[in-house]
């Protein structure tokens, strides 16, 4: 069973940086594309980016794109997430994903098998 542990998460101000990590166990980490999602109160789980399996390529939503970063290190099953320019919009629980659907890029919630427990990324104005 594939386990994804995020973890990063916390609070900054409007314009500052946050870097999450997404521990992976129990998988071929390298094997599988893995994304990143979030989700606001009140709100449905978004897509944020994703990065192949192979980091030979990756894909952001509009919202973020030009100021997240994804990338990973198959030697470490850890994937990142680099947050910079951060926005009160931004604020929500953000989870990582991986496994499930194949095809490339993946975007949508159930085109993934697996799921983290999600940290939280606050940012005040």
């Known amino acids: 069973q594939v386990q994804l542990v995020e973890s990063g998460g916390g609070l900054v101000q409007a314009g500052g940086s946050l870097r999450l990590s997404c521990a992976a166990s129990?998988?071929?980490?390298?094997?599988?594309?893995m994304g990143w999602f979030r989700q606001a109160p009140g709100k449905e789980r978004e897509f944020v980016g994703a990065?192949?399996?192979?980091?030979?390529?990756?894909f952001y939503a509009d919202s973020v794109k030009g100021r997240f970063s994804i990338s990973r290190d198959n030697a470490k099953n850890t994937m990142y997430l680099q947050m910079s320019g951060l926005k009160p919009e931004d604020t929500a629980v953000y989870y990582c994903?991986?496994?499930?659907?194949?095809?490339?890029?993946?975007?949508?919630?159930?085109?993934?098998?697996?799921w983290g427990q999600g940290t939280q990324v606050t940012v005040s104005s």
């Open positions: 129990g998988g071929t980490f390298s094997n599988v594309h």
């Open positions: 994903a991986g496994g499930g659907m194949p095809g490339w890029p993946k975007i949508r919630p159930y085109d993934y098998a697996y």
């Open positions: 990065i192949h399996r192979g980091s030979i390529s990756t």
